[in-house]
């Protein structure tokens, strides 16, 4: 059995028709039937089933493919390891971070990072902690920053925390406590509540933190970006727990700090530990790890 019977196996299964999985391979219609037979030959069984306009996988051919996929993502793992190997200072590293990283944090912690290691690209996602984790779980990204979840509790799943920041209450501009510098959080209990949708992590963190003050949240407006967020809270919406933006409008809303309970998310920075990781994403999340200095 020859690696590249596996890979025609695995594009035919996939096309289930010779002509277009002959065009992927960019080899002969002839050509791939001869080795797909040669594979059935081998195992002693047939592997698709002919059709008139084309082929489907029978069971045996079902029970081979996922065999076939682990097998062929194994070697192609390797390979890239190996060359991985030759340059650890050159790379890609696939990132996604949820929204409110993306005004400054992200932007500083890369182009530090880049000072140090100039060849190593980035491609990069803003999106919701949840579709983050989705993201990881299926292997489109190497590195993620979002607040805790549900989703961290896979056993693949590891993290360290990356950023312990405050939240603070705001209000619109002509709201009974605007003037004041520092509230307690059971003080807006019967307030119409500005909230981040479900998909957003840190609705959880403060659901959490408004039971805590003796209260559930009361949900006039639900958004997803902190912007948003801000926004209708200075359009009357109501009142809103959002972690501190740099360049945020204050002509509308004031930000208050909350002495009870104390309003703190943390971020996380995820990776799935059953997955090869790069010298390039080693390097960053090394990085990360020590406060933001190479090793």
């Not at 590195?143 to 925390?161: A, D, H, S, W």
């Not at 963190?205 to 209708?232: H, K, R, Y």
């Amino acid at each position: 059995m020859e690696w590249q019977q596996l890979e025609y196996f695995q594009a035919l299964a996939k096309h289930q028709n010779f002509t277009k999985a002959a065009d992927e391979l960019a080899l002969t219609q002839s050509a791939l039937s001869r080795s797909i037979a040669k594979l059935e030959e081998e195992l002693g069984v047939p592997l698709f089933d002919r059709k008139v306009r084309g082929v489907k996988l029978n069971r045996y051919g079902e029970i081979l493919l996922p065999h076939v996929n682990r097998a062929l993502q194994e070697i192609t793992m390797a390979k890239q390891e190996i060359s991985d190997l030759d340059d650890p200072y050159h790379g890609s590293i696939s990132l996604a971070f949820i929204h409110t990283l993306g005004s400054s944090f992200v932007p500083d912690l890369i182009g530090e990072f880049r000072e140090q290691y100039p060849g190593i690209q980035f491609q990069l996602t803003q999106d919701s902690t949840r579709k983050i984790m989705n993201l990881l779980e299926v292997g489109e990204i190497d590195l993620g920053f979002c607040t805790p979840n549900e989703q961290m509790r896979q056993k693949y799943i590891e993290m360290v925390p990356a950023i312990d920041e405050e939240l603070f209450l705001i209000v619109p501009k002509k709201h009974r406590l605007a003037e004041r510098k520092e509230v307690e959080l059971r003080e807006i209990a019967d307030e119409p509540f500005v909230l981040y949708k479900q998909e957003s992590g840190i609705r959880e963190v403060i659901v959490n933190l408004c039971q805590e003050a003796g209260f559930t949240p009361n949900v006039s407006f639900e958004g997803v970006g902190d912007a948003t967020i801000a926004g209708f809270v200075g359009a009357n919406f109501g009142v809103a727990l959002i972690p501190y933006i740099p360049g945020l409008d204050l002509e509308k809303i004031s930000l208050l700090s909350v002495s009870k309970p104390r309003c703190r998310r943390q971020i996380q920075m995820v990776w799935r530990s059953d997955r090869y990781m790069s010298p390039a994403v080693s390097n960053f999340k090394r990085f990360i790890e020590l406060g933001r200095k190479s090793t």
